[in-house]
């Protein structure tokens, strides 16, 4: 796959909005409000403490991640990510690709750690990415997800060392 | 104890710094940066997602805690709050009503559930407080907070259904 992963600029805002328009819509993996307006999903997503990467194959925008800190001062060290692939994307290793960039940025940048603070468990494809990527549940939040079908589900707290 | 529990104005930022600054600047409990300012403290404590509370007994503010959805959409069910008190009223169980008084306050907003989201384990009073008020450990980070004298040291994921 000849993929380019680079840091977003103001002109992938419609590319961005395209990706992550339907995953909130369908309101089953992030806890997002799914009737968010463009611009607060925007301003969620390139926050001032974010950057944000994204992955371009042939010129099309086929996924995006941003990297953080996941905390303040004495807990800085910790880095924080969220990845949106296209729906069409799907299966082709992109999360996974995605995943390492933001796994050696976060090193590079002098973060020790990863933490995913809320993967919900019904994710299963996202939850055994992660797993294979490194990552291991350091926690359970019972039924913190109310999911469109399943109703109240459980998320995971997911952590790696880098 | 004739302690009252009511929501904080505007008026009460002097008070309220003055809790805040020595836990910020100790560094021990909360990932803040140390030497955060008093004007970006606040603007965090009274952050608009936020309610804020403080307790004040004889015109004496000796505690506050905050108040807000953990998460957006579907996960905005689950309460977060955050607690600090002033440190000559260690002991006196404050912590134990601010605490007891959030448990209430998020119950009647409709909250389903409460999370902490980083307890430095470090901070045992803390740990044990939490726990005789029905938290339980959901998760543990390792190491992901850099505590001042300890250095890096775990920090606990708590979670109590309301």
Redesign the interface.
Known sequence: MSLLVRAATDNDHDAVWRIMEPVIRA?ES?????D?TRQDALAHWFAPDRSVFVAEEGGKILGTYYLRAN????????ANAGFMVADKAGGRGLGHALCEHALATAKARGF??M?F??VVVSNDRAVRLWQRMGFEV???????????RLGFTD?L?M?R?L
Chains 1, 2 share one sequence.
């Open positions: 309101g992030y806890a997002l409000a799914r968010m905390r303040s001062g004495p807990g800085s060290h910790v020790r750690a933490q603070n809320f350091a926690g359970r939040l019972p039924r913190a997800f109310d999911h469109p998320a707290v952590f060392l």
